[in-house]
């Protein structure tokens, strides 16, 4: 069984940063996609950062520049850790943070993790 869990959400002051980690357990092959989306209150989830194949990312607009993903692979996939490292961070990104996974034959989601951006 796949289970994506995330930590390292919490509350930060506008300007600060965050590095939030989803750690990948269970038996998983063949990813195309990692990727962070996240979900403001009232709003629709967003994708944040995506990387495909483990090569380039994209950015959502409204991050690009201050959010950086990356990830640790295992070479026998049986360590998998993404991060997403948020620098300069500003109210508007206050959400909850969900880890997303994409394999040829299934996806997945984490529980997610709160971000709150407040002075």
């Known amino acids: 069984q796949v289970q994506l869990v995330e930590s390292g959400g919490g509350l930060a002051q506008p300007g600060g940063s965050l590095k939030l980690s989803c750690v990948v357990s269970?038996?998983?092959?063949?990813?195309?996609?990692m990727a962070w989306y996240r979900q403001a209150p009232g709003k629709q989830r967003e994708e944040v950062a995506l990387?495909?194949?483990?090569?380039?990312?994209?950015?959502?607009?409204s991050v690009l520049g201050r959010f950086t993903i990356s990830r640790d692979i295992s070479r026998d996939n049986a360590n998998i850790t993404v991060y997403l490292l948020m620098n300069s961070l500003k109210p508007e990104d206050t959400a909850v943070y969900y880890c997303?996974?994409?394999?040829?034959?299934?996806?997945?989601w984490g529980q997610g993790t709160q971000v709150t951006v407040s002075s």
């Open positions: 997303h996974i994409r394999t040829t034959k299934a996806y997945y």
């Open positions: 269970g038996n998983i092959f063949n990813i195309n996609v």
């Open positions: 990387t495909i194949g483990g090569g380039s990312a994209r950015y959502a607009d």
